[in-house]
């Protein structure tokens, strides 16, 4: 183990960048909800968030069950739920819809929870980033959501599309780092439409090489 350790960090200051913390302003520009029977989302004015995120919402509870993007567990698997929320921006769906060749993309139709404003390049936020909100509610960013071919066969099925597959499939290949986050609820309460957001980005480190 130690000769492993060794090898991933041969010395330790001069191979590390340090890149400080800072903070950030943001706005809940649009909220959604998902019925408990499917993914896709319907605008509300407020969301209730509890430890186990949206009341009665598709991807509401305090664990979730693995599935493709947890190879590391059999299919199935009983595991925390990191994906409580999904959070997108509307600069980073419109490249692409641009690259799809679509007039638009709206948060809906690939199960958004909430349209965030403010957040240049919102997808890469890192993961521990925490968003407070005005009302008092806090939560947590996982990691960056990965496009699928679920929300892609949403879009096609939306825009009417002459080849469904063909374009549930370019969503994926077109949407990578642009797909937006998915986070947990750290403090619950009440978020509403056009509430100010602070968001407190971690210190990060990079290994060079």
């Known amino acids: 183990m130690q000769e492993t350790n060794l090898e991933l960090f041969p010395t330790a200051e001069p191979t590390i960048d340090i890149v400080p913390g800072r903070k950030l302003t943001a706005k809940a520009v649009a909220l959604y909800a998902a019925p408990s029977d499917h993914f896709e989302t319907k605008a509300v004015e407020e969301l209730h968030l509890g430890f186990d995120g949206i009341a009665h919402d598709f991807h509401a509870g305090m664990t979730r069950r693995s599935g493709g993007r947890e190879p590391w567990y059999p299919r199935g698997t009983e595991m925390r739920n990191e994906r409580q929320l999904s959070l997108v921006a509307t600069d980073e769906l419109s490249i692409v819809a641009e690259r799809m060749g679509l007039k638009e993309i ?104």
């Open 106 to 209: 709206k948060p809906e139709w690939i199960g958004a929870n909430m349209l965030i404003g403010g957040v240049p390049h919102l997808s890469m936020l890192p993961a521990g980033s925490l968003m407070f909100f005005e009302g008092g509610v806090t939560i947590k960013i996982d990691a960056q959501n990965k496009p699928c071919r679920v929300a892609g066969q949403s879009i096609a099925t939306h825009v009417h599309a002459p080849d469904r597959d063909a374009a549930a499939l370019l969503f994926p290949q077109t949407a990578k780092r642009l797909r937006g986050l998915v986070a947990w609820v750290e403090k619950p309460g009440v978020v509403r439409v056009g509430e100010e957001i602070s968001v407190r980005v971690p210190e990060q480190w990079i290994y060079k090489a």
